[in-house]
Nanobody, 115 residues
Framework: VQLVESGGGLVQAGGSLRLSCAAS????????MGWYRQAPGKQRELVAT????????NYADSVKGRFTISRDNAKNTMYLQMNSLKPEDTAVYYC?????????WGQGTQVTVST
């Protein structure tokens, strides 16, 4: 499974961005996909996850009500709509996919929120 993120950039506080993660390869084997982020000097943390079947979602408390995770199975693409962005959302955002055997990571995309 290969994952490629896109959509990061620089945005002012209160603005919006949409991240995309395109999956290729053995995508049929993916059970759960998610977004994680890592700010400078901090550990990587979970942002949101979505199941492949049923589309059940889970969010970190810090992003509930502001971020929305979704996926288009026909396009093998996952999205993260980020609204009401805050400076503390600044981080490298990583796409993640889990099969029954192992996990896969994208290369990351930088999101910077200015005051």
């Amino acid at each position: 499974v290969q994952l490629v993120e896109s959509g990061g950039g620089l945005v002012q506080a209160g603005g919006s961005l949409r991240l995309s993660c395109a999956a290729s390869g053995s995508t049929f084997s993916i059970n759960v996909m998610g977004w994680y982020r890592q700010a400078p000097g901090k550990q990587r943390e979970l942002v949101a996850t979505i199941t492949s079947r049923g589309g059940r979602t889970n969010y970190a408390d810090s992003v509930k009500g502001r971020f929305t995770i979704s996926r288009d199975n026909a396009k093998n693409t996952m999205y993260l709509q980020m609204n009401s962005l805050k400076p503390e959302d600044t981080a490298v955002y990583y796409c993640n996919a889990w099969t029954i055997a192992t996990g896969y990571w994208g290369q990351g995309t930088q999101v910077t929120v200015s005051t």
